[in-house]
């Protein structure tokens, strides 16, 4: 299933004025599409893992951000 080439899906139909059947990739062709996809997706992730609590923002439910914790006891307790 990977390293095929589907006219119209992952390739142009027409190349050099004739229509493309399917074929299949080269070893090292594939293994460069491999490493490629390979480090988008670890770049998607560190992306991802970056976020910042207060950046969340809110949701009716819950309040986003830091909790501030219990309020000051007042004046009578």
């Given amino acids: 299933r990977a390293g095929y080439?589907?006219?119209g899906l992952n390739t142009p139909v027409y190349k050099d004025g004739s229509v493309q059947?399917?074929?299949q990739r080269g070893e090292?062709?594939?293994k460069e599409v491999t490493a490629t996809l390979?480090?988008?997706r670890d770049e998607w992730?560190?992306?991802r893992k970056t976020k910042i609590?207060?950046?969340r923002?809110?949701?009716g439910y819950s309040w986003g951000g830091i909790s501030l914790g219990p309020p000051d006891p007042g004046p009578n307790g």
């Fill in 28 to 30: 090292a062709e594939q």
């Fill in 5 to 7: 080439l589907w006219p």
């Fill in 57 to 59: 923002g809110w949701t």
């Fill in 21 to 23: 059947k399917p074929s």
């Fill in 45 to 47: 992730d560190k992306r």
């Fill in 53 to 55: 609590k207060r950046e």
């Fill in 38 to 40: 390979e480090r988008q």
